[in-house]
């Protein structure tokens, strides 16, 4: 069995055709998906995406890229959090690759978060992208490692990832993997310990190879898997195995 670590179901583009995809989830072995939220106007909606669906969960949380958005406080992000179906927070992070300073906003509100981890009990998704330094940072400050989390759609360098380990993270892989390019991705993907490895699409963003360039989706993650497998020279049974037990082991509220 296949889990999808981070996706966005709730977005028109996959939640229009929801039925399809959950059935090509099914045909490709995708047992379970994690639908993560951007911003809070549209987590209703990805509540209703995800409640009828024993093998879908959400966490709740404002990516760093909205900028023009009504801004969660801890006890709003821990009260929501409450819910059955959510199991992380999230996601969260910096990213200085689309806006430029001052963003210190964006640095408050990645503190929120972190405090929202530590009062809910639950993990942090984070997003990092030019900006590894001052995320790492105010990881340590805030003691994200206290529930750690996942690197989410991870391109970073291995001393990052190391940095990240240490403080109690998982690292997880998308379809980037899988693209001719990214050589030093797949450098880091033999380097990875297995047993802190997930696996995601991000759908419906980064399509893997071959569907490079077309709309992504969960079924689509076990060419990450593939991917993966090859790279370090075993089955990709053991990639699925192991990323699984270790989604359920971090997403510990996740009840098997």
Not at 121 to 133: C, K, N, Q, Y
Request: net charge negative.
């Amino acid at each position: 069995m296949y889990v999808d670590s981070h996706c966005h179901l709730d977005f028109p583009e996959l939640a229009e055709n929801l039925p399809g995809i959950l059935e090509n989830m099914k045909r490709n072995q995708v047992g379970h998906a994690l639908v993560v939220s951007v911003n809070m106007p549209q987590w209703p909606g990805l509540m209703e995406v995800v409640a009828p669906h024993s093998h879908l969960y959400a966490s709740v949380g404002v990516h760093p890229d909205y900028e023009d958005t009504p801004e969660p406080t801890v006890e709003q992000l821990a009260d929501m959090a409450r819910h059955p179906k959510v199991v992380a927070i999230g996601e969260t992070g910096l990213d200085y690759f689309r806006l430029s300073e001052p963003l210190e906003w964006q640095r408050e509100r990645f503190r929120t978060h972190i405090r929202a981890s530590r009062k809910s009990g639950l993990p942090l998704i984070i997003h990092t992208r030019s900006a590894s330094e001052d995320t790492l940072r105010i990881m340590r400050e805030e003691g994200a490692d206290e529930f750690g989390g996942v690197m989410h759609c991870f391109t970073e360098s291995w001393e990052v990832a190391q940095a990240a380990m240490e403080m109690n993270f998982y690292i997880s892989l998308s379809g980037i993997v899988t693209f001719k390019k990214a050589v030093d991705l797949q450098d880091l993907a033999t380097r990875i310990p297995l047993d802190r490895l997930l696996i995601e699409t991000d759908s419906p963003f980064l399509a893997p190879v071959p569907y490079r360039g077309k709309t992504n989706d969960p079924s689509k993650v076990i060419h990450v898997a593939e991917k993966i497998a090859e790279l370090r020279a075993v089955p990709v049974a053991d990639v699925a195995r192991q990323t699984t037990e270790n989604f359920f082991s971090l997403f510990s509220k996740i009840k098997r």
